[in-house]
Protein backbone atom coordinates (compact mmCIF):
# COMPACT_ATOMS: atom_id res chain seq x y z
CA UNK A 1 0.00 0.00 0.00
CA UNK A 2 1.60 3.33 -0.89
CA UNK A 3 1.36 6.64 0.94
CA UNK A 4 -1.53 7.85 -1.05
CA UNK A 5 -3.73 4.96 -0.47
CA UNK A 6 -3.21 4.67 3.09
CA UNK A 7 -3.88 8.39 3.38
CA UNK A 8 -7.28 8.00 1.57
CA UNK A 9 -8.13 4.71 3.45
CA UNK A 10 -7.23 6.43 6.79
CA UNK A 11 -9.62 9.30 6.10
CA UNK A 12 -12.89 7.00 6.26
CA UNK A 13 -13.34 7.57 10.11
CA UNK A 14 -12.94 11.39 9.07
CA UNK A 15 -15.72 10.85 6.36
CA UNK A 16 -18.12 8.49 8.56
CA UNK A 17 -18.00 11.39 11.40
CA UNK A 18 -18.40 14.35 8.94
CA UNK A 19 -21.72 12.90 6.65
CA UNK A 20 -23.56 10.77 10.04
CA UNK A 21 -23.26 14.99 11.10
CA UNK A 22 -24.95 16.03 7.46
CA UNK A 23 -27.52 13.70 7.09
CA UNK A 24 -28.08 12.34 10.14
CA UNK A 25 -28.55 8.82 9.40
CA UNK A 26 -25.72 6.33 9.53
CA UNK A 27 -27.04 4.62 6.72
CA UNK A 28 -27.26 7.34 4.51
CA UNK A 29 -23.75 8.27 5.99
CA UNK A 30 -21.93 4.89 5.44
CA UNK A 31 -23.96 4.71 1.73
CA UNK A 32 -22.13 8.49 0.93
CA UNK A 33 -18.48 7.45 2.17
CA UNK A 34 -18.68 4.12 -0.02
CA UNK A 35 -20.18 6.80 -3.42
CA UNK A 36 -17.26 9.05 -2.15
CA UNK A 37 -14.24 6.56 -2.51
CA UNK A 38 -16.29 5.15 -5.93
CA UNK A 39 -15.35 8.52 -7.33
CA UNK A 40 -11.93 8.42 -6.23
CA UNK A 41 -11.16 4.53 -7.38
CA UNK A 42 -13.02 5.76 -10.56
CA UNK A 43 -10.54 8.38 -11.20
CA UNK A 44 -7.59 7.39 -13.17
CA UNK A 45 -4.13 7.21 -11.61
CA UNK A 46 -2.63 9.62 -13.23
CA UNK A 47 -5.65 11.85 -11.59
CA UNK A 48 -5.28 10.61 -8.55
CA UNK A 49 -1.60 11.20 -8.23
CA UNK A 50 -1.95 14.96 -9.37
CA UNK A 51 -4.55 15.39 -6.30
CA UNK A 52 -2.45 17.50 -4.00
CA UNK A 53 -4.63 16.65 -0.94
CA UNK A 54 -6.73 14.01 -1.56
CA UNK A 55 -8.56 14.09 2.07
CA UNK A 56 -9.74 17.62 1.27
CA UNK A 57 -10.64 15.93 -2.10
CA UNK A 58 -12.68 13.68 -0.41
CA UNK A 59 -14.34 15.84 1.60
CA UNK A 60 -14.93 18.12 -1.06
CA UNK A 61 -17.04 15.17 -2.38
CA UNK A 62 -18.82 13.68 0.51
CA UNK A 63 -20.17 17.04 1.04
CA UNK A 64 -21.82 17.54 -2.26
CA UNK A 65 -22.67 13.87 -2.16
CA UNK A 66 -24.70 15.20 1.42
CA UNK A 67 -25.39 18.18 0.02
CA UNK A 68 -27.58 16.54 -2.78
CA UNK A 69 -29.02 14.10 -0.61
CA UNK A 70 -30.56 16.79 1.96
CA UNK A 71 -32.08 17.68 -0.91
CA UNK A 72 -33.89 14.91 -2.26
CA UNK A 73 -34.18 13.74 1.76
CA UNK A 74 -36.32 16.58 2.32
CA UNK A 75 -38.70 15.01 -0.43
CA UNK A 76 -38.47 11.74 1.30
CA UNK A 77 -39.10 12.50 4.51
CA UNK A 78 -42.46 14.78 3.66
CA UNK A 79 -43.64 10.86 2.19
CA UNK A 80 -42.29 9.65 5.72
CA UNK A 81 -45.37 7.67 8.57
CA UNK A 82 -45.38 9.50 11.27
CA UNK A 83 -42.31 11.67 13.04
CA UNK A 84 -38.43 11.22 11.67
CA UNK A 85 -35.98 11.15 14.08
CA UNK A 86 -31.82 11.49 13.31
CA UNK A 87 -30.32 7.53 13.61
CA UNK A 88 -29.40 6.94 16.86
CA UNK A 89 -25.99 5.36 18.01
CA UNK A 90 -24.74 3.27 20.79
CA UNK A 91 -21.47 3.52 23.25
CA UNK A 92 -18.34 3.09 21.43
CA UNK A 93 -17.09 2.33 24.86
CA UNK A 94 -19.51 -1.22 23.33
CA UNK A 95 -17.56 -1.52 20.43
CA UNK A 96 -15.63 -4.57 19.30
CA UNK A 97 -12.34 -4.58 17.62
CA UNK A 98 -9.34 -2.91 19.21
CA UNK A 99 -9.69 -0.10 17.16
CA UNK A 100 -13.68 -0.06 16.69
CA UNK A 101 -14.06 -0.05 12.78
CA UNK A 102 -15.77 -3.09 12.44
CA UNK A 103 -19.63 -1.47 12.33
CA UNK A 104 -19.35 2.48 11.04
CA UNK A 105 -20.95 3.84 14.10
CA UNK A 106 -17.89 2.91 16.07
CA UNK A 107 -16.06 5.30 13.51
CA UNK A 108 -18.78 8.18 15.15
CA UNK A 109 -16.83 10.44 18.02
CA UNK A 110 -19.60 10.84 20.68
CA UNK A 111 -19.60 14.55 21.78
CA UNK A 112 -22.36 17.64 21.03
CA UNK A 113 -22.56 17.82 17.62
CA UNK A 114 -24.53 14.12 17.67
CA UNK A 115 -26.52 14.60 20.35
CA UNK A 116 -30.11 14.41 19.48
CA UNK A 117 -30.83 17.98 20.43
CA UNK A 118 -28.55 19.16 18.44
CA UNK A 119 -29.08 16.70 15.09
CA UNK A 120 -32.51 17.60 15.52
CA UNK A 121 -32.26 21.25 14.83
CA UNK A 122 -29.84 20.61 12.53
CA UNK A 123 -32.99 19.13 10.48
CA UNK A 124 -34.48 22.49 10.81
CA UNK A 125 -31.95 24.10 8.79
CA UNK A 126 -31.68 24.07 4.31
CA UNK A 127 -29.23 22.08 2.70
CA UNK A 128 -27.41 24.81 2.27
CA UNK A 129 -27.19 26.30 6.09
CA UNK A 130 -26.63 22.73 7.41
CA UNK A 131 -23.47 21.90 5.35
CA UNK A 132 -21.62 25.20 5.82
CA UNK A 133 -22.80 25.40 9.66
CA UNK A 134 -21.30 21.61 10.32
CA UNK A 135 -18.12 22.35 8.08
CA UNK A 136 -17.42 25.15 9.79
CA UNK A 137 -18.52 25.97 12.81
CA UNK A 138 -18.08 21.32 13.61
CA UNK A 139 -15.15 20.73 11.75
CA UNK A 140 -13.38 24.02 11.49
CA UNK A 141 -13.37 24.18 7.94
CA UNK A 142 -12.07 27.46 6.30
CA UNK A 143 -15.35 29.50 4.27
CA UNK A 144 -13.07 29.28 1.17
CA UNK A 145 -13.16 25.75 1.38
CA UNK A 146 -16.96 25.68 1.99
CA UNK A 147 -17.52 27.95 -1.04
CA UNK A 148 -16.03 24.92 -3.07
CA UNK A 149 -18.25 22.33 -2.27
CA UNK A 150 -21.27 24.76 -1.86
CA UNK A 151 -20.42 26.24 -5.27
CA UNK A 152 -21.39 30.16 -3.68
CA UNK A 153 -18.98 32.72 -2.24
CA UNK A 154 -16.97 32.36 0.76
CA UNK A 155 -18.98 35.60 2.32
CA UNK A 156 -22.28 33.39 1.28
CA UNK A 157 -20.79 30.63 2.82
CA UNK A 158 -20.48 32.49 5.72
CA UNK A 159 -23.86 34.03 6.18
CA UNK A 160 -25.56 30.16 5.81
CA UNK A 161 -23.29 29.29 8.24
CA UNK A 162 -24.39 32.61 10.87
CA UNK A 163 -27.91 31.71 9.97
CA UNK A 164 -27.64 27.99 10.91
CA UNK A 165 -25.94 29.21 14.16
CA UNK A 166 -28.86 31.49 14.98
CA UNK A 167 -31.44 28.34 14.65
CA UNK A 168 -28.95 26.72 17.23
CA UNK A 169 -28.89 29.52 19.93
CA UNK A 170 -32.73 29.90 19.65
CA UNK A 171 -33.61 26.18 19.96
CA UNK A 172 -30.87 26.10 23.08
CA UNK A 173 -32.01 25.86 26.00
CA UNK A 174 -30.80 25.05 29.81
CA UNK A 175 -29.57 21.87 29.69
CA UNK A 176 -28.82 19.54 32.60
CA UNK A 177 -25.19 17.93 33.38
CA UNK A 178 -24.47 14.58 32.30
CA UNK A 179 -23.95 13.26 35.41
CA UNK A 180 -27.27 14.67 37.23
CA UNK A 181 -28.74 13.60 33.47
CA UNK A 182 -27.69 10.32 34.34
CA UNK A 183 -29.67 9.78 37.70
CA UNK A 184 -33.09 11.48 36.27
CA UNK A 185 -32.74 9.01 33.54
CA UNK A 186 -32.35 5.93 36.11
CA UNK A 187 -35.21 7.22 38.03
CA UNK A 188 -37.24 7.36 34.76
CA UNK A 189 -36.26 4.02 33.87
CA UNK A 190 -37.38 2.54 37.71
CA UNK A 191 -40.81 4.32 37.25
CA UNK A 192 -41.46 3.38 33.66
CA UNK A 193 -40.88 0.10 34.54
CA UNK A 194 -43.22 0.33 37.48
CA UNK A 195 -46.20 1.58 35.11
CA UNK A 196 -45.72 4.65 37.66
CA UNK A 197 -47.73 7.38 36.17
CA UNK A 198 -47.46 9.63 39.45
CA UNK A 199 -43.47 9.07 39.66
CA UNK A 200 -43.20 9.11 35.79
CA UNK A 201 -45.14 12.68 35.81
CA UNK A 202 -43.23 14.30 38.38
CA UNK A 203 -40.24 13.36 36.63
CA UNK A 204 -41.55 15.27 33.24
CA UNK A 205 -41.83 18.60 32.70
CA UNK A 206 -45.49 19.70 32.64
CA UNK A 207 -44.58 21.27 28.59
CA UNK A 208 -42.43 18.10 28.51
CA UNK A 209 -42.93 16.96 24.36
CA UNK A 210 -41.97 13.02 22.98
CA UNK A 211 -41.87 12.23 19.47
CA UNK A 212 -41.84 8.66 18.15
CA UNK A 213 -40.06 7.34 15.32
CA UNK A 214 -42.46 4.22 14.01
CA UNK A 215 -41.51 4.76 10.51
CA UNK A 216 -44.69 3.05 9.55
CA UNK A 217 -42.87 -0.30 10.11
CA UNK A 218 -43.66 -0.42 13.79
CA UNK A 219 -46.63 1.27 16.02
CA UNK A 220 -45.64 4.43 17.02
CA UNK A 221 -47.36 8.01 17.84
CA UNK A 222 -47.80 9.31 14.50
CA UNK A 223 -47.63 13.19 16.23
CA UNK A 224 -45.92 14.57 19.15
CA UNK A 225 -47.11 13.64 22.64
CA UNK A 226 -47.00 17.17 24.37
CA UNK A 227 -47.59 17.20 28.69
CA UNK A 228 -45.89 15.46 31.00
CA UNK A 229 -49.04 13.74 32.04
CA UNK A 230 -50.14 12.65 28.67
CA UNK A 231 -46.32 11.59 28.05
CA UNK A 232 -46.85 9.36 31.24
CA UNK A 233 -49.93 7.67 30.57
CA UNK A 234 -48.63 7.35 26.99
CA UNK A 235 -45.47 5.22 28.46
CA UNK A 236 -47.50 3.28 31.13
CA UNK A 237 -49.39 1.31 28.08
CA UNK A 238 -46.74 0.98 26.97
CA UNK A 239 -45.01 -0.78 29.29
CA UNK A 240 -48.23 -2.54 29.81
CA UNK A 241 -48.74 -3.86 26.15
CA UNK A 242 -44.95 -4.94 25.82
CA UNK A 243 -44.61 -8.10 27.08
CA UNK A 244 -41.22 -9.03 28.25
CA UNK A 245 -39.58 -5.32 28.43
CA UNK A 246 -36.48 -5.09 29.78
CA UNK A 247 -35.08 -1.23 30.24
CA UNK A 248 -31.35 -0.84 30.21
CA UNK A 249 -29.55 2.71 31.20
CA UNK A 250 -27.25 2.82 27.99
CA UNK A 251 -25.35 6.15 26.47
CA UNK A 252 -27.48 7.42 23.11
CA UNK A 253 -25.28 9.94 21.07
CA UNK A 254 -23.17 10.64 24.28
CA UNK A 255 -25.79 11.53 26.59
CA UNK A 256 -27.39 9.44 28.68
CA UNK A 257 -30.38 7.00 27.64
CA UNK A 258 -32.54 4.23 27.89
CA UNK A 259 -33.01 1.09 25.82
CA UNK A 260 -36.17 -1.05 25.93
CA UNK A 261 -35.26 -4.65 25.02
CA UNK A 262 -38.39 -7.29 24.30
CA UNK A 263 -37.04 -10.38 23.76
CA UNK A 264 -33.68 -9.45 24.13
CA UNK A 265 -34.01 -7.61 20.51
CA UNK A 266 -33.53 -3.55 21.05
CA UNK A 267 -37.36 -2.14 20.66
CA UNK A 268 -36.64 1.07 21.12
CA UNK A 269 -33.89 3.49 22.02
CA UNK A 270 -34.82 6.73 24.23
CA UNK A 271 -32.72 10.14 24.30
CA UNK A 272 -33.75 12.67 26.80
CA UNK A 273 -33.28 16.12 27.26
CA UNK A 274 -33.25 17.55 30.89
CA UNK A 275 -33.56 20.87 32.56
CA UNK A 276 -33.85 21.75 36.18
CA UNK A 277 -34.45 18.65 37.04
CA UNK A 278 -36.44 17.27 34.81
CA UNK A 279 -37.22 15.71 31.29
CA UNK A 280 -38.32 18.35 28.88
CA UNK A 281 -37.69 16.09 25.80
CA UNK A 282 -38.00 12.62 25.04
CA UNK A 283 -36.68 11.15 21.48
CA UNK A 284 -38.00 7.21 20.84
CA UNK A 285 -36.65 5.54 17.88
CA UNK A 286 -38.72 2.23 17.05
CA UNK A 287 -38.35 1.89 13.52
CA UNK A 288 -36.06 -1.56 13.23
CA UNK A 289 -34.15 0.46 10.35
CA UNK A 290 -32.72 2.98 12.46
CA UNK A 291 -31.60 0.03 15.07
CA UNK A 292 -29.16 -1.53 13.66
CA UNK A 293 -26.07 -0.94 15.25
CA UNK A 294 -27.64 -1.39 18.65
CA UNK A 295 -29.57 -5.11 17.31
CA UNK A 296 -25.49 -5.88 15.99
CA UNK A 297 -24.27 -5.27 19.64
CA UNK A 298 -27.23 -7.47 21.31
CA UNK A 299 -26.47 -10.21 19.32
CA UNK A 300 -22.72 -10.13 19.90
CA UNK A 301 -23.92 -10.27 23.38
CA UNK A 302 -22.49 -6.55 24.84
CA UNK A 303 -23.28 -6.02 28.47
CA UNK A 304 -25.85 -3.35 29.25
CA UNK A 305 -26.97 -1.95 32.42
CA UNK A 306 -28.53 -4.29 35.07
CA UNK A 307 -32.22 -3.94 33.83
CA UNK A 308 -33.21 -4.39 38.04
CA UNK A 309 -31.41 -1.33 38.59
Known amino acids: MDVTQSTVLGERRHLTNLTYRLLGSLTEAEDAVQETYARWYGLSEQRRAAVENPGAWLTTVAGRICL???GSARVRRERYVGEWIPEPLPDRAHATGAAGDGDPADRITLDESVSMAFL???ESMTPA???????HDVFRYAFAEIAEILGRTPAACRQLASSGRGRIRAARTATTGPDRQAVLVGDFKRAWQAKDIAALVALLDPD???AADGGGVVAAARHPVVGGEEIAR???LF???ATGLVLRERTVNGTPGLVAEVDGVPATVAAFDCADGRVTRIWA????????AWARQAQNGLPGSDPAG
Open 239 to 241: ARK
Open 234 to 236: YLA
Open 129 to 135: ERVAFVL
Open 68 to 70: DQL
Open 120 to 122: VVL
Open 208 to 210: ATM
Open 285 to 292: VRNPEKLG
